[in-house]
């Protein structure tokens, strides 16, 4: 058999948090001896996600006959049985079974005879506890990814991923701390804290109230805990839960990365409404405005849902108003995807054309204020993470093409000309960043 028969691998498709997850099962995979074998990592934020896991399955078992296939993720929590009946799998697993190599492998780390296509997912509403995992580093990558929860216990009416993940549950502080140690000690400068809501760290141990967050312990812990981590970033936050101690440590805290990515979702209020979010475009207003008062220069990213159920055309112009008026640079857009089981699913649905039309005009929109950011760091020096030889990106998380001789992982003073389809050139470099 050839070795690229041979051969393991993983197929992550969809967040940061299956990112993280995936390194988890890479470590799991070596020490089982797993050979011949892959992973999909599946998605199920959309159903165009899940449509991709599908073909990715059958184009891997086209190119490998002989591997075994493995899936696990969100789709395959939702819908075991929908992948358990593709010739091309055999063992479907769950998300609180996928961490542990003894349920994900079963008797392949055994190395005894195939089972037939198994299917081991558990009610993920009866999980409690979180673990932690320790991993010694991401494969390949010089930003490292840290769990500190898992689940959500909102109810937007959009949204399967609670039915995916499961309730808010936090990873114990200290669990995070010595991840992150571990993770720096093997040379990782930045580190991004992940989870499926992360603004709601704590509410399950009692860390926070009702409209606050626990969040702010795990930034202190971590600053205060592991003084040579450089760069701590946030990934997406819930606008409702971020309070005057958020504010407070964003100003105050120079290693915490100046890029707040916001679940906003919509900018107009009865859209708002409807998908049960639980801000609306004032709080979003305050948020923005009290964030750049304690930090000037912080940008913004942006979740959006283009084309919700009952969202008229005067509406989403409302939405787009809102979001130029705030100038927010980073917009992952989506067009509205019908999921089965979803209170949105029985609203009146807006033309699949009408959302993918709306969907460019917020992407084109997002470009915009991206190009403005990238025009306001020309002539600048910023430090610069570097992920390749050519590429890296600012504290801002703006894009900086390189000249190709910088050493991944090092964070370096760069001096920025000016910027062209979307990166920042420049020719020249400075001395390392201290």
Do not use: W
């Not at 929908?82 to 010739?87: C, G, H, I, V």
């Amino acid at each position: 058999m050839s070795t690229r028969e041979q051969k393991t691998d993983i197929i992550t498709l969809g967040c940061r948090l299956n990112t993280l997850e995936s390194e988890v099962m890479r470590e799991e995979m070596d020490k089982a001896g797993i050979t011949d074998t892959v992973i999909i990592n599946t998605c199920a934020v959309t159903a165009e996600a899940e449509r991709q896991a599908r073909q990715t399955i059958r184009r891997l078992k086209r190119e490998r006959p002989t591997a075994r296939i493995i899936v696990t993720g969100c789709a395959a929590q939702l819908d075991p049985t929908k992948f358990a009946a593709m010739d091309e799998v055999e063992r479907v697993v769950g998300n609180a079974e996928k961490l542990d190599g003894a349920k994900l492998f079963g008797a392949i780390a055994g190395h005894g005879q195939n089972e037939a296509t198994s299917i081991i997912v558990s009610d993920i509403n009866e999980v409690r506890e979180t673990a932690g995992h320790l991993v010694s580093g991401l494969d390949g990558r010089t930003r490292a990814f840290v769990m500190v929860q898992q689940g959500c216990d909102n109810d937007c009416t959009f949204c399967i991923i609670p039915a995916a993940r499961g309730p808010n549950r936090s990873v114990p502080l200290d669990q995070i701390v010595t991840q992150v140690k571990k993770l720096v000690a093997a040379g990782h400068l930045e580190v991004v804290l992940t989870g499926v809501d992360i603004a709601a760290y704590g509410s399950d141990i009692g860390l926070c109230g009702e409209h606050g967050t626990g969040l702010t312990a795990v930034i202190k812990g971590i600053l205060d805990g592991v003084p040579d981590l450089a760069r701590l970033r946030l990934s997406s936050l819930d606008p409702a839960r971020l309070d005057d101690d958020f504010f407070a440590l964003l100003g105050a805290q120079p290693r915490l990365m100046p890029h707040l990515h916001l679940s906003l979702q919509a900018a107009e209020d009865m859209v708002l409404k409807r998908m049960k979010r639980r801000h609306l475009v004032g709080d979003v207003k305050s948020l923005v405005k009290r964030a750049r008062l304690a930090r000037p220069g912080v940008v913004f990213g942006a979740d959006l849902i283009a084309g919700f159920p009952t969202e008229t055309d005067d509406m989403f112009e409302t939405t787009l108003a809102n979001i130029k008026a705030m100038g927010l640079q980073y917009l992952h857009v989506f067009p509205y995807s019908t999921r089965p089981g979803t209170a949105a699913e029985r609203m009146p649905q807006v033309p699949g054309p009408i959302a993918k039309a709306r969907a460019k005009r917020l992407r084109q929109l997002g470009d915009d204020n991206l190009s403005t950011h990238l025009q306001s760091l020309c002539a600048t020096t910023q430090a610069v993470l570097v992920e390749k030889p050519d590429f890296g990106r600012t504290e801002t998380f703006a894009p900086v093409r390189l000249d190709g001789t910088a050493t991944p992982g090092a964070i370096e003073r760069v001096h920025l000309d000016r910027h062209h389809d979307g990166e920042l050139l420049t020719h020249h470099r400075s001395r390392a960043a201290e």
